[in-house]
């Protein structure tokens, strides 16, 4: 390679062109401006001294707007932190998921640790995901609660079956939940959504939730005027027979924790297969009737 100055930070180092020339464009350029090179008009001289030679510079520049999301990832937890199966609090999933969360609301920079995606699908297998709230949980499973006549109430009574997936930056964790959905009793429904603030009420009567609407005026109006005919007076609001709550019952539970080397943790619970030999090398009994095992990341 031709030694020679970098044209975009003006240091000494191994010519960024030859290193393109022979694939390693990325990691040349990472090197040079790793730290530097976090501005648009940086991305734009680096892009604009090859792009026009060669179309396979749109590589390195990996959006729209120039930047390079491709290079985005940072630390995760080192091989002295890793989670091993000895880690585990208990052999059964509830309890590990208790211990986790735990954690994930004692730290102040998860903004709000019950939040997860809710992931469902149509009868024709067509997905959808949207974040939600988790509202509870116990040995039987998960709870949230929504309107029942949104696009994931129809997808539910079409199709019961639903991912959770909560991700805990910070702590560098995640966890998956594959399961099927029950309702929860009226009463159970009834009782969460009068400990709810009284605008939350409302705004569950408001909504109409997935339909289409002329604007957000059609919203505020409705809200104004049960606000009016609810706050005011001090009825109670009635909970809306169409909004109540669902429990997902867990089938696959997995925790994910990150290592900055990508070789991540996972440790998965399920239920055991008809007829399943228990090893215990690579399948462990776990309690409850669940069985763990060790995923390659």
């Known amino acids: 390679m031709i030694a020679a100055d970098c044209q975009l930070c003006g240091s000494f180092f191994s010519c960024f062109r030859a290193a393109h020339l022979s694939k390693n464009l990325r990691s040349a350029l990472r090197k040079c401006v790793s ?4 501005s648009t008009s940086l991305h734009s001289r680096f892009y604009s001294l090859f792009s026009e030679e060669d179309d396979n510079m749109s590589g390195i520049i990996s959006s729209t707007n120039g930047i390079d999301v491709a290079a985005m990832r940072k630390p995760y937890k080192e091989g002295h932190e890793s989670f091993e199966e000895g880690d585990l609090v208990a052999k059964k999933p509830m309890a590990q998921f208790a211990a986790w969360f735990k954690d994930a609301t004692e730290l ?12 469902t699908a149509s009868k024709e297998g067509r997905p959808s995901a949207r974040i939600l709230l988790m509202k509870g949980y116990d040995e039987k499973g998960f709870k949230f609660f929504t309107n029942y006549e949104s696009r994931k109430g129809q997808e539910l009574r079409e199709n019961p079956y639903v991912a959770l997936c909560w991700y805990w930056e910070p702590l560098s964790r995640s966890v998956r939940v594959e399961g099927r959905v029950e309702r929860l009793s009226e009463d159970e429904s009834t009782e969460y959504f009068h400990s709810r603030p009284p605008a939350s009420q409302i705004g569950a009567v408001v909504s109409n939730q997935s339909r289409v609407i002329e604007n957000r005026a059609v919203l505020t109006s409705k809200d104004e005027a049960l606000k009016e005919k609810y706050l005011n007076t001090g009825v109670t609001i009635p909970k809306p027979n169409y909004w109540g709550g669902f429990r997902v019952i867990p089938e696959v539970v997995e925790f994910w924790q990150g290592q900055s080397n990508r070789l991540h943790d996972r440790i998965v619970f399920r239920r055991p297969k008809q007829d399943e030999v228990i090893d215990n090398k690579l399948v462990y009994q776990g309690e409850d009737g669940w069985v763990y095992e060790r995923l390659s990341p």
């Open 35 to 38: 730290t530097s090179l976090r």
């Open 108 to 119: 102040k920079s998860v903004g709000e640790p019950n939040a997860m995606t809710v992931a």
